[in-house]
């Protein structure tokens, strides 16, 4: 899989297409996705996702504050995994914001003569967000592409989509955010020096200093897996503000407690994927009550994982 930073960096004779945001790569993605990679290869050809960076939304609706599920370069991986050839990340501005839907696709023909173009149910490209299902099958027949069109996937009574992610996500519901995506939902960041509390009392953290703008699920304590060093740990992981501690507004933290561990990982990148809610974040009345609480949440972390799908 090759990873283009613009549509200008690319350029070949004929590709299957599709495009969108894709933000999370979940399960309605990932089918649009496989069936564009079958066709393509079968064909003999490419095949090409184009994606934006940053999101349209941040542009087009700039007060609305969106909690990204992936970052450009997850996105890319978990396509290359899905059989993809050529990942496209083109910078989305105004002048991109002011294309018409046959203006964009027109510069997609120049570049990758595709000749067969793959999306979801209810997208919609281009300035005004004119360009529909109806409209890519008229200028399909101008700019000489087929259209295919792939139904929603639903996920209980409806589609999987990414706003749904979010708000499981913001509502703790981590086993259903997985149950969309097809996996569990991860954020990574580098580990950060903390407050040492946690050394203090014999329970050592990895804070994880993850990315501004990144969805993190509601604060509470969660059984998670954590990847660090190309090895995977079980890991009980407190997301929140410190209530024991803490008394002014801070930000959240992403503190994990890597299980059976005992190694520095000071400044380095660490996936911290979430498998289960176990509770909410509570106020402690001193240091004996936060660490009998802690013990139990390893031990309720353990068994979480045990009985966790791989």
């Not at 399960?27 to 564009?36: E, K, P």
């Not at 914001?97 to 000749?115: M, Q």
């Not at 329970?203 to 090895?231: D, E, F, K, M």
């Not at 990982?265 to 974040?281: D, H, M, N, S, T």
Request: net charge negative.
């Amino acid at each position: 899989m090759q990873h283009h930073r613009s549509l200008d960096t690319i350029s070949l004779p004929n590709a299957w297409l599709t495009l969108g945001s894709f933000d999370g790569v979940h399960r309605g993605h990932q089918a649009i996705i496989r069936d564009l990679v079958d066709g393509a290869h079968a064909a003999g050809l490419p095949a090409v996702v184009l994606t934006f960076d940053p999101h349209p939304v941040t542009i087009l609706r700039p007060e609305v504050n969106l909690q990204m599920l992936t970052s450009p370069d997850e996105r890319a991986v978990l396509f290359g995994e899905l059989g993809v050839d050529h990942v496209i990340t083109h910078p989305f501005n105004p002048e991109v914001a002011a294309l018409s839907a046959e203006e964009f696709l027109g510069r997609l023909k120049a570049r990758l003569g595709f000749t067969h173009f793959q999306v979801g149910y209810d997208f919609r490209m281009g300035r005004d967000r004119a360009g529909d299902i109806p409209r890519l099958r008229e200028l399909g027949e101008s700019l000489g592409y087929a259209l295919t069109v792939v139904e929603p996937l639903t996920n209980g009574d409806a589609p999987v989509s990414s706003s749904r992610i979010r708000t499981a996500l913001a509502e703790g519901r981590v086993e259903d955010a997985a149950a969309q995506l097809g996996r569990a939902y991860s954020v990574s960041g580098v580990v950060v020096a903390g407050a040492q509390r946690g050394r203090s009392i014999g329970i050592p953290t990895a804070n994880v200093a993850v990315s501004a703008g990144r969805a993190i699920p509601l604060s509470g304590v969660y059984a998670c897996r954590v990847h660090v060093g190309g090895q995977r740990y079980g890991a009980a992981t407190n997301i929140g503000v410190r209530p024991t501690f803490e008394t002014g507004a801070v930000a959240p933290t992403v503190e994990a407690h890597i299980l059976d561990f005992d190694q520095d990982i000071y400044g380095q990148e660490v996936r911290v994927a979430f498998i289960q809610r176990l509770r909410g974040e509570q106020k402690f009345d001193g240091f004996p009550a936060l660490v009998a609480q802690i013990h139990a949440d390893i031990a309720r972390t353990r068994e979480a994982l045990d009985a966790a799908l791989p």
